[in-house]
């Protein structure tokens, strides 16, 4: 259960305490995040929803190591990362994080197969590991046939799928997706979403992903409302 | 290797921006094989002069000359063991612009002081028995057409009147960069026709039992000939050939700062190239190292494109620099020597790989320190 008052038990996978973010903006001091606390279970699905500037993506790039609270703590399967230097930081998101944008963000001279082929390049397996894994991911999103196209030759759709597959190749403890289905129509949203819910339903994914889209949040197993720096409660949440 | 894939497919990215860039690899790098071609040509003299070898000439000037007399002190000095000595001729062959060297050497001492010239036997026998032969280099042959037993006319300009050669034979150098554009003749003929100058020479060579001793008896041989009215000044025979090349002009400067130039341009052109490549994808640089990729990771791998498109036109330009100076002369020979060592080949190279990794470090240093949230921002 997705709990918000900091009193989640010692077995959360994600757990952020008194998380405060503040930003310089020339003389002003933007408070982004004001003593956020957040205890996430393993194989939840959790959606962040919230005005434009409510900090929905500070907190997911906080929690996936992109960025560094400016005080409170994060931890993750039990790495404290909030005061991780930079190298160890970076090698932890290799092994920890499948990051899903609202873009896609696919390397355009790369094939889908190159794409999703990136993050095992930092692995030590080899070139023929590196191709079942690829093959295997590739087959989850369902482009197993697709993958000597270029980003071009894709739909906009079948693009964020290869941007899945590039998530979940490296099988990460969790998945941070952010807006993954605001660049796309409706019926591609849908198989997004659909496909989201069988990472975490057949595979047992921890997902925390960042929403506009009511619909895509009816999908997660929570969602919290961000509002001026501050987590509220909301579905799927408990005490 | 597993980066090469990422590496070489960002270098597909814009094609024609990198055919133009490696171009100027090539171009660049084409120029400076030439460039050193054409310095080892005036050059080369002094490069592989002899370090066992002195040169002695009136301390005046190189045009002035010495008596021959000085053969048989120089002779005598402790720690020589050979002495020859030479005349510049300065013949016209049909034509002025048909310039090329002539020397009166003496026939007896000559080739065992140039150990490096190679003449065939038989051709070496009839250069000795005839007083009127000449030895033609190959360059030289080449470059008219003279063959062994050809009758050669000059007009001389220091000594004035019709001079005729017998072609006695065609040598060869041990090395490839001993020119063989010069005519060699034999002294007594010279000595034998002249109307002045008799009984001097233009300076002679030595050499030396040991080349550790070059300092020492360049000042005993000059000390010999102290306040008299021939003094001599004596030099190691590199300091001598690049004397003589210098009155054709700095060419070693001329060419450094052609280079320099050259290489400067091919740096801004590649750095200019590279950081517009970066700027371009800031985001997908951005997502590299959301997903895992170092600093490092990253700097190395705009190091490796950098360095990938200088040593494809490196390689390219040296190449075709190669050929061209295997295609022969372009003057017909009026370059003393025109090859491109593999030695050079191999500088040049390495010289456009450190263009590369230069052009290509604040770029890298850019990429390495882009900040993953401010860029994803930007995308």
């Known amino acids: 259960m997705v709990k918000v008052d900091g009193r989640g038990n010692g077995d959360s996978l994600v757990r952020a305490r008194n998380l405060d973010k503040r930003y310089q903006r020339g003389s002003e001091e933007i408070h982004v995040l004001q003593g956020l606390n957040l205890d996430v279970e393993r194989g939840e699905f959790v959606a962040f929803m919230g005005p434009s500037g409510s900090g929905k993506t500070t907190l997911l790039n906080l929690l996936g190591g992109l960025d560094v609270p400016t005080s409170g703590t994060i931890s993750v399967a039990g790495d404290e990362i909030s005061n991780m230097a930079s190298s160890k930081l970076t090698a932890w998101r290799a092994r920890h994080v499948g990051f899903i944008f609202q873009m896609y963000n696919l390397i355009p001279v790369l094939t889908a197969f190159g794409n999703v082929e990136l993050p095992l390049l930092l692995t030590r397996l080899s070139k023929a590991e590196r191709r079942r894994h690829v093959e295997a991911a590739l087959g989850i999103v369902g482009l197993a046939d697709r993958m000597d196209h270029f980003p071009r030759q894709l739909s906009g759709g079948q693009e964020q799928r290869v941007a899945i597959a590039r998530a979940i190749v490296a099988d990460p403890t969790f998945l941070l997706c952010d807006e993954p289905t605001g660049d796309l129509d409706r019926k591609s949203a849908e198989e997004i979403m659909d496909l989201i819910d069988r990472l975490v339903h057949e595979h047992g994914k921890t997902v925390l992903m960042v929403t506009h889209d009511p619909r895509a949040a009816e999908r997660a197993h929570a969602v919290l409302h961000l509002d001026k720096g501050v987590l509220v409660e909301g579905r799927g949440t408990g005490a | ?379």
């Open chain 2, 1 to 379: 290797m597993r980066f090469f894939r990422l590496v070489f497919a960002q270098l597909l990215r814009k094609k024609v921006r990198t055919t133009l860039t490696i171009g100027s690899f090539t171009v660049a790098l084409f120029l400076y094989g030439l460039l050193v071609t054409i310095r080892i040509a005036f050059l080369g003299g002094a490069d592989v002069a002899g370090v066992d070898r002195l040169n002695v000439i009136n301390k005046t000037s190189l045009i002035m000359p010495l008596p021959i007399s000085y053969r048989d002190r120089i002779a005598s000095v402790t720690g020589v063991t050979g002495v020859t000595y030479a005349t510049w001729f300065g013949g016209v062959y049909q034509d002025e612009k048909n310039f090329f060297p002539q020397f009166a050497v003496d026939k007896d001492t000559w080739f065992d002081v140039y150990s490096e010239y190679r003449v065939a036997k038989d051709q070496r026998e009839a250069y000795m028995r005839d007083r009127q032969a000449c030895l033609v280099g190959r360059g030289l042959a080449k470059r008219f057409g003279f063959k062994v037993g050809d009758r050669l006319p000059l007009r001389g300009t220091i000594w004035p009147g019709p001079w005729e050669f017998n072609v006695a034979g065609i040598y060869d150098g041990s090395r490839p960069d001993v020119d063989t554009t010069q005519l060699l003749f034999r002294f007594d003929y010279l000595e034998e026709r002249r109307q002045f100058g008799k009984g001097t020479v233009g300076w002679y060579v030595l050499k030396l039992a040991n080349p550790d001793d070059a300092v020492t008896i360049s000042k005993k041989i000059d000390d010999l000939f102290a306040n008299s009215p021939y003094e001599t000044l004596t030099q190691t025979e590199k300091a001598f050939a690049t004397s003589f090349a210098k009155q054709m002009g700095n060419v070693q400067f001329l060419v450094m700062t052609i280079g320099s130039v050259v290489f400067f341009t091919l740096l801004l052109v590649t750095g200019n190239t590279m950081a517009i490549a970066v700027r371009e994808r800031t985001g997908e640089l951005a997502v590299l190292k959301t997903i895992g990729f170092p600093d490092l990771g990253v700097l190395s791998l705009i190091l490796a494109e950098s360095v990938l498109i200088a040593g494809q036109g490196g390689i390219i330009g040296l190449l075709l620099a190669k050929l061209f100076t295997l295609g022969g002369d372009p003057t017909r020979g009026l370059l003393g020597t025109f090859y491109l060592p593999w030695s050079s080949v191999g500088v040049g190279f390495a010289l456009a790989l450190g263009v590369g990794v230069v052009a290509g470090f604040l770029p890298a240093v850019s990429a390495m320190r882009l900040r993953v949230v401010d860029a994803l921002r930007r995308v």
